[in-house]
């Protein structure tokens, strides 16, 4: 069908592809094999850039946020810069990391606490390597209550009622809530909420559950809520089991979420390769976050082969319409809704950030005391390779990968330059 896509990808490039282009596009198999002239673009990609042809690999879960990679697929950007990609499924963040670690998979849409936690020991054999290019959005995720446990008892966001609830809950059972990965940034929004609405985490059970596994696991009573990102808690609320609390970007405004993270002998042997990877999948991020098609976007990463879950839910919280559940109503996100590359401000990994997700460790009690944040910080974060890519895009670097910042939720403040005061104030020393 190859010459059929292309006739029809000429036809209505110049208007932008409906619900009836995406139809065809899943009918034709997705973007396999769309030629470059064919595929609408957002960049000025030099296409004269060509990869080494050789299998590049790259991991994901089945969340919306990994969907500059998908779209960079389905559009065909990756094969723009004749790069020979496969992406690839993934049962779980710990399957996502054995496969990293031991070269089954040369990239993957990770979560951007992972490497600092499989290095320091949190999540993983202490020492192993797995290093950042990129970050791959900010926002998007949200902390999901039970129904059963939590209707009509907590408003969105109201930390004090949080607290009621759950120490109420406590006392007629053990309260059970879900993240997705030890250190991990689902891990950290949640304990981050419970701290910060007084709830002490040693008193509740915390398990780890695959992203897509979340709903299913609240309906039949495993957990009573979950910290997870899109689409899996608007998934909660369309089929009316759980309600959204809070939305992580009211937690922390702009906060990393996924990286894209790479085997390191793969980003030392095939940097060109890389390099090109992460033009195709900034390509795809600019197109996502122009939306120029939503509806498009939304449907190709809901269907079956990616995310499997309903374009509308996906392209409602992309858009920023919340609807909350239970009798909250709904909740519009403008500027800080689920973003891509927001005029390049979300793409560099800053040293900061890891800096943060190490400090936690030790406020939560999975480290007794800090590492060395800097060092590690300089080991996994692939120096000067995001900042190469955008230059070379014509993308505009930040010049905050080391500044302090201050957290919306409960407005702590934190300083990278001096992690061993954030937790003389917040505990853990």
């Known amino acids: 069908m190859s010459l059929d896509r292309r006739a029809f990808l000429r036809l209505v490039g110049a208007a932008g592809m409906g619900a009836g282009g995406a139809a065809f596009l899943a009918a034709c198999g997705g973007g396999d094999d769309a030629p470059a002239s064919d595929v609408p673009a957002t960049a000025t990609g030099d296409v004269t850039l060509k990869g080494s042809g050789e299998k590049i690999r790259i991991g994901f879960i089945a969340l919306t946020d990994a969907a500059s990679i998908i779209m960079a697929k389905e559009l065909g950007y990756f094969e723009k810069y004749g790069l020979n990609v496969d992406v690839v499924k993934q049962a779980s963040w710990a399957s996502t990391r054995d496969n990293l670690l031991t070269g089954e998979i040369e990239c993957a849409h990770c979560l951007f606490g992972m490497p600092f936690s499989v290095y320091t020991g949190v999540g993983g054999q202490a020492g192993k390597e797995m290093h950042i290019a990129m970050v791959l959005n900010n926002n998007g995720q949200a902390i999901t209550l ?10 969105y966001g109201d930390l004090k009622a949080a607290k009621v609830a759950v120490d109420a809950l406590k006392a ?14 689902h891990d950290m929004w949640l304990r981050y909420w419970m701290a910060a609405a007084g709830v002490d985490q040693k008193t509740v059970k915390i398990i780890t559950i695959p992203p897509p596994q979340m709903v299913a696991n609240m309906k039949v009573g495993n957990m009573d809520g979950y910290c997870v990102g899109e689409p899996w ?8 089991i759980g309600y959204t609390h809070l939305a992580t970007q009211d937690l922390w405004k702009h906060h990393p979420e996924k990286a894209l993270v790479v085997n390191p002998t793969f980003g030392a042997n095939r940097r060109d390769d890389l390099k090109l990877t992460m033009r195709a999948i900034l390509e795809a991020a600019q197109f996502i976050d122009s939306r120029k098609d939503p509806g498009l976007v939304a449907k190709t ?12 839910v996906i392209d409602a919280r992309l858009e920023g319409k919340y609807d909350l559940g239970d009798t909250l109503g709904q909740k519009t996100f403008t500027d800080d809704t689920m973003l891509f590359h927001n005029e390049g401000l979300v793409n560099l990994p800053r040293k900061s950030h890891a800096i943060w997700f190490m400090t936690q460790y030790v406020r939560f009690g999975y480290l007794t005391e800090l590492p060395d944040v800097k060092t590690v910080a300089d080991k996994l974060i692939i120096p000067g390779l995001y900042e190469e890519v955008a230059k070379d895009m014509g993308i505009k670097v930040p010049e905050d990968g080391m500044a302090p910042f201050t957290l919306k939720l409960d407005n702590a403040k934190f300083d990278p330059a001096d992690p061993a005061a954030y937790l003389k104030t917040y505990g853990g020393i």
């Open 233 to 240: 808690p608007g998934v909660a609320v369309k089929d009316t």
């Open 301 to 312: 990463i809901g269907g079956s082969a990616y995310v499997n879950a309903s374009p509308d």
């Open 146 to 155: 039970s129904k059963e446990d939590f209707a009509g008892k907590v408003p």
């Open 172 to 185: 007629k059972k053990e309260a059970t809530f879900a993240m997705t990965f030890p250190g991990g940034t």
